[in-house]
């Protein structure tokens, strides 16, 4: 948090899982989204991050807040980026004393009524804990709804490179729906990528600490609404954010 921030009023009601989502630009799908994840489980808690969109993003949320206990907001000014916005929530979250963060996409991409099943693979019962569980679009059974051939190319090379250069034993590193068991945080170096490299670099650290990542298939709907942020700025911070990490698998620094 930094001065200048806007918040959305105490007090936090305690909770365990608290779903973390980035906004930047979002007021056509943000209401939606809200509802969508209060109605997935009574025992959610919600936190938007969102970047000082000018488009009246944040005061939707902040009105959200308003209206519902378990709907919280943060709008973090003079800073933008995917990833330095997930790094503050779940810092925020795991402030907060909860146990466990759900990342996901504000554009309804991602269905929030796929939550309990991404929680449950977290606790499986009579099997091994996960550290991390990705909502996954590469697994049997997941897949990606409306993307034209381009995307499915970008996409594919990047898990690719996630998987056989970063050495990330993932299909769909590049998934920002995800489980989180926040004591994890506790084992890794915090990310460097504040793009949308973070999600690779979040799952190359945990993965090198020994954390546990498990995969449950996704359908995934390309956005509708809204206008995509992975711009050719975007796109170009990333490359160099993934090859940043390539250094620092193969060379050490
Ligand atoms: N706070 C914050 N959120 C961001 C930023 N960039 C993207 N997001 C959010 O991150 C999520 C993913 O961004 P998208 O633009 O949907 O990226 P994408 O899914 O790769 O691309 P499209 O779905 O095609 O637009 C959305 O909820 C965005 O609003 C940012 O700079 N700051
Ligand atoms: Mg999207």
Partial sequence: MADGDVRSPEPWLPGRVLVVVATYNEEATIAALVAGVLAAADDLHLLVVDDDSPDGTPQLALAAAAAEPRVHVLVRRGRRGLGG???????????RGFVVAVTMDADASHDPDDI??????????????????????????????????????????????????????????????????????????????????????????????????????????????????????????????????????WLGR
């Fill in 85 to 95: 916005a997930l790094a503050e929530g779940l810092a925020l979250a795991k402030h």
């Fill in 116 to 249: 309990p099943r991404l929680l449950a693979a977290l606790e499986p019962v009579g099997g091994r804990p996960a550290d991390v569980v990705i909502g996954s679009r590469r697994v049997p059974g997941g897949r990606t709804v409306g993307w034209p051939l381009s995307r499915h190319v970008m996409s594919r090379l990047v898990c690719w490179f996630s998987r056989w250069v970063l050495g990330v034993p993932v299909r769909d590193a590049s998934s920002g729906f995800r489980a989180i068991r926040l004591a994890i945080l506790d084992r890794i170096d915090p990310p460097q990528a504040r793009g949308y490299a973070f999600l690779e670099d979040f799952l190359w650290r945990v993965h090198r600490a020994g954390g546990r990542i498990v995969e449950v298939p996704i359908t995934f709907h390309d956005r509708t609404r809204g206008a995509s942020k992975a711009d050719f700025a975007e796109k170009r911070r990333s490359l160099g954010e993934l090859l940043m990490l390539a250094r620092l698998t």
